[in-house]
């Protein structure tokens, strides 16, 4: 019944405060929480091995993936290996990765993170943001990865 709801696809990404090196992962739950203060939020499963690295970041990147990224959710998507391998980005202003071809990305903090089931919710205080590139946003739906035909 949920797969029938389609929703848009983040990075969630940051520097490993351990390695120096970007790590991120992919969500499809991500929402706007608050206007005053700026808040977000996005859940992760408790399974992830990545959420652990990430959670220890100061600042985290969430990018809004665009339609061409495809490739790029799947590889951070897998658990294990280098998850940038070939994945070109720049910097926020407090240096987490902003994915290239990302439509906006929003830099932010984590405030609080809630159990959910199988999942936590994390819910973030938004730093600073921007429009990244024009174009189409990468949709998730039934299971599978689309577009948006408008």
């Known amino acids: 019944m949920l797969g029938h709801f ?20 992919a969500a499809n ?8 203060p700026a808040l977000v939020a996005f859940c992760v499963a408790h399974t992830s091995t990545t959420w652990p690295t990430l959670s220890q970041a100061d600042h985290l990147c969430i990018n809004v993936l665009s339609e061409p ?3 790029v959710c799947k590889q ?10 070939g994945v070109a980005w720049t910097t926020s202003p407090e240096g987490t990765p902003v994915l290239d071809g990302a439509l906006a990305w929003l830099e932010v903090s984590i405030e609080a993170e809630y159990p959910a089931g199988d999942h936590k919710i994390i819910v973030a205080r938004v730093h600073s943001l921007d429009i990244h ?17 408008g």
């Open 6 to 25: 389609a929703t848009g696809v983040v990075a969630i990404t940051a520097i490993d405060p351990t390695t120096g090196l970007p790590t991120g992962l």
């Open 133 to 149: 590139h024009d174009g189409e946003p990468l949709v998730f739906y039934q299971g599978r990865y689309g577009r948006f035909d």
């Open 69 to 71: 990224q495809t490739a």
């Open 76 to 85: 951070l998507a897998v658990k294990g290996g280098d998850k940038f391998a």
């Open 29 to 36: 739950s991500f929402t706007s929480v608050s206007l005053e």
